[in-house]
């Protein structure tokens, strides 16, 4: 029997042991077992309720604390993320995209522009966007040293037990470190055949295809808690070409 279960048993038997000795106390001080029959009929019928209130009430209170608090550090790694790694390996990969257009349309918004309403529009917008990432025209050199550069960071996210709670922060996650992997994998990357290009374009769009969505969600995040941050996220707008962190005006 393994010990944290073995201590749970013993004061199970401890609490049992102190009711009974109890019970028979008052048994034997006031000899009323008809008395000592109906509380005990009464709280054996209470149990229900009592079941009722903790586990289906309290224990769902508590749980969705606990989840709202764990939901609260997930995006503060996902926000670390990004401002490390995900919006500029977005903006890297967004330059090589042959049909950027449709992004820029949904997602190059002013930051007053961006209400609950366009953030649903541009969420259905691009649950019908296919990324399309000519790899001949990614600096492969350039992005194997920025995420060799940041495989330490990437590391010790995936090492954090929040990160599984979110899956497709999790694929986008095991999508980037895989991209790493095949570019490490590779001695010379300027000299690659057309099958294993192709094979680097699959790697890259599948990035990019979670890269963008993840991005939007968080933006979504930020203007609803942090509106400080969502400004300047928008100020680094990939997708944005006037986009500029020095403000204007």
């Not at 790697?203 to 890269?211: A, F, G």
Request: glycine fraction near 2%; aromatic fraction near 10%.
């Amino acid at each position: 029997m393994k010990d944290d279960t073995r201590w749970m048993v013993l004061v199970g038997i401890a609490l049992v042991a102190i009711a009974i000795f109890l019970t028979v106390l008052h048994y034997l001080i006031f000899q009323d077992l008809h008395h000592i029959a109906i509380y005990f009929l009464g709280d054996l019928a209470f149990i229900p309720v009592e079941v009722l209130c903790v586990t289906l009430i309290i224990d769902q209170l508590l749980e969705s604390r606990e989840k709202k608090q764990r939901m609260e550090k997930l995006n503060m790694v996902i926000g670390l993320f990004f401002s490390r790694v995900g919006t500029p390996l977005m903006a890297r990969l967004a330059t090589a995209d042959t049909c950027i257009m449709p992004l820029k349309k949904e997602l190059a918004i002013r930051p007053a522009d961006w209400t609950a309403d366009r953030f649903r529009a541009a969420q259905a917008g691009l649950s019908g966007w296919h990324c399309k990432v000519d790899p001949a025209q990614v600096d492969r050199e350039a992005l194997r040293e920025f995420l060799k550069s940041n495989e330490d960071f990437l590391l010790r996210l995936m090492e954090n037990p929040t990160v599984f709670e979110h899956e497709s922060f999790t694929d986008l996650m095991f999508a980037v470190t895989h991209l790493e992997e095949e570019l490490i994998a590779r001695d010379d990357l300027s000299t690659l055949p057309p099958s294993d290009l192709a094979h680097l374009e699959i790697d890259i769009e599948r990035v990019y295809s979670r890269l963008v969505p993840e991005w939007l969600k968080y933006m979504e995040y930020l203007r609803n808690h942090y509106p400080y941050l969502f400004s300047l996220a928008m100020r680094q707008n990939p997708f944005d070409e006037k986009a500029s962190v020095v403000v204007t005006g």
